[in-house]
């Protein structure tokens, strides 16, 4: 069996679209019943119909649900609510598993706890975190990346600016000072010269009346 199926799993991977479960929330805020959901996302430039396509728990859980008749547009969110798929997922360990129409297990995770509120979201590493902002059926809110804008655009651009007004602070202080000083020894020269040439005038004078 394993060698009859081994020749068939690369060409089926090499067909099948790259479809892939990007947020589920197995432990909501209100009513699990209402507001479970898994959210699949559509990573290829075309439309794909997902008829025949199935949504699992862990094996052994909930029945899988297959859909019917519901085409996913390009780089599009879909999310399946709980109502509808009669997926229940756990609140401690469960998975969540997505399959090609010819059963084709092509997509698979597994958790071993949950937060109230809080969805797994696929970050773009294709790790999972989980976001306190579940976003059924939209881009995803990644709670590091989300906070990391904030910081990393302002917080390096603060400092780049404050480090130009430091630096130009700094110049400024020490290019002052020696202006200043420069323009005191100046002076000092000028007042010892203008001496000097007194003092050469008044001797030169002097000499002259002696020679008179
Ligand atoms: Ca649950
Ligand atoms: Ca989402």
């Keep these: ?3 009859a199926n081994a020749p068939t799993t690369p060409i089926l991977n090499a067909t099948v679209p790259d479809i ?3 947020e589920f929330l197995p432990n909501p805020a209100g009513s699990d019943n209402e507001l479970e959901f898994i959210e699949i996302f559509n ?4 439309p794909v119909d997902l008829t025949g396509w199935q949504l699992d728990d862990e094996e052994g859980g909930s029945k899988p649900y297959t859909i019917d008749g519901i085409i996913i547009k390009p780089n599009e969110y879909l999310a399946f609510f709980r109502p509808q798929t009669k997926i229940a997922l756990n609140n401690n360990q469960d998975s969540v598993r997505l399959f090609t129409p010819d059963n084709q297990l092509i997509d698979q995770t597994n958790y071993d706890k949950t937060q109230e509120g809080f969805s ?3 970050d773009p590493d294709d790790d999972w975190q989980q976001s306190p902002t579940p976003t059924p059926n939209e881009i995803n809110v990644l709670p590091a ?6 910081g990393s655009t302002s917080t390096p651009e603060l400092g780049k600016i404050l480090g130009a007004e430091n630096i130009t602070d700094s110049k400024e ?3 002052t000072p020696f202006f200043q000083s420069t323009n005191k020894l100046q002076h000092l020269i000028a007042i010892a010269l203008v001496s000097v040439l007194i003092i050469i005038v008044i001797l030169v004078k002097l000499t002259n009346r002696n020679k008179k």
């Design 1 to 3: 069996m394993i060698a």
């Design 120 to 122: 797994y979201v696929k």
């Design 173 to 175: 202080s020490q290019t």
């Design 145 to 150: 990346i989300a906070e990391m804008p904030t």
């Design 43 to 46: 990573n290829e430039n075309y």
């Design 20 to 22: 892939f479960i990007s």
